[in-house]
Structure formats: C-alpha cells, structure tokens
T-cell receptor, first 110, second 113 residues
C-alpha cells in the first residue's frame, strides 16, 4: 500500500514562531513531493514542491527539508503569521496520481 | 483569469437521483482530475484524465462516472447517489500531469439524504 503519513493532525503555534509539519512515505520510486495549502471554502493551492535530488528548498518563509534515506520530508514555516492559518497537505507521486497525506490544520495564535 | 470552475457549489439531494457536477478550466490544461475530501482522510482521487477521451480510475471510483469530450470540461456523474457519497468534491487541472502544479476549483459540497 502506497501511503504518505502526515503529522501532526493539528498544530497551534504562536505568532512569530516556527511551524513544522512532517510527512513520511513508503515508496522509494516517488520523485515529486509537493505541499499544498488550503483555506476554508477554497481548493488547495500549491505552496512549494521538491524533488529528491535536493535536500532543501526555500521560498520566502516556507522551507521543505527532505531526507531521502529516512523517507521523510517536512514543511517549516518561519515567523508564522495568522494568515498562515490553514490546512496543509503533503503528497508524493505515484504513476499517474498524487498520494496525499491526511492534512494538518495549522492555527497561528496572535 | 486562469481558473477551474465547478458547479454547483452546494447540493442537497436524495438517494438514487442522478446528478452531475460540472468542471471547466480555461488554461488549456491536458490533465484533469476529481477528488473527494473527507475529514481525516485527506484528498482521494476518484478519476483522472490525461487528455480528451482518455480517462482512468483513481483510488475510489465506485459509484462515479466521468467523461472528457472536450479539453476544458470534465464532468463528474453520480448515476445513483448514496449517502456514503456525501462529501466535499474538488476538480483540478494541470498542464500535463499530476506532478505539476494542480489548480483546484473551490469545491462542491454534496449531501445525499
């Protein structure tokens, strides 16, 4: 069974803090790992993605850290802001579809 | 504006009454897909289409049908809806495949009584 396991299910972080969401995958053939951000009432939107030939990718306050040997990757949100409050999904590719994590509801407290 | 448009946004209906959720994209994307989102389960793919007249099953295709007669449209059909199909549905498209940025519609919330 190909899965992407995401944790935690929910996360509360103070404004200005670092939010960290983790994902683990099983299939070593995966070669594309995106993170999507979803606000209430909206569809998910691509936030940042990485391929396994690099260990880290940074875009503004958002960083993906990738550990190929451990089959794990994580999203770090630096200087978290109330506007970052959303549900975050990780994913891994498999043939013609993405396998999605179950999602993390992130709340940033002012 | 580049967008994926789903209709209706909300629908309450009864078991067995056929319904269609429409999806249209204006980005000339090759790849389109339908997902359902349920609490604690994330997004699960129902069907996808790599191009016109090419469709294939995702993880949870039972009880659903799709068609891709035109590049821009990818309707989802529930021929005989049942209560276990009550869910939030999303249509998505991307330039050529799943491993490129997918653009999502705003969702359709279906309630089957």
């Amino acid at each position: 069974q190909q899965q992407v396991k995401q944790s935690p299910q929910s996360l509360i972080v103070q404004k200005g803090g670092i939010s960290i969401i983790n994902c683990a995958y099983e299939n070593t053939a995966f070669d594309y790992f995106p993170w999507y951000q979803q606000f209430p009432g909206k569809g998910p939107a691509l936030l940042i993605a990485i391929r396994p030939d690099v260990s880290e990718k940074k875009e503004g306050r958002f960083t993906i850290s990738f550990n190929k040997s451990a089959k794990q990757f994580s999203l770090h949100i630096m200087d978290s802001q109330p506007g970052d409050s959303a549900t975050y999904f990780c994913g891994g590719d498999s043939n013609y579809q993405l396998i999605w994590g179950a999602g993390t509801k992130l709340i940033i407290k002012p | 504006e580049a967008q994926v448009t789903q209709n209706p946004r909300y629908l309450i209906t009864v078991t067995g009454k056929k319904l269609t959720v429409t999806c249209s994209q204006n980005m000339n994307h090759e790849y389109m897909s339908w997902y359902r989102q349920d609490p604690g389960l994330g997004l699960r793919q129902i069907y996808y289409s790599m191009n016109v007249e090419v469709t294939d099953k995702g993880d949870v295709p039972e009880g659903y049908k799709v068609s891709r007669k035109e590049k821009r449209n990818f309707p989802l059909i529930l021929e005989s809806p049942s209560p276990n199909q009550t869910s939030l549905y999303f249509c998505a498209s991307s330039q050529q495949g799943f491993n490129q940025p997918q653009h999502f519609g705003d969702g359709t919330r279906l309630s089957i009584l």
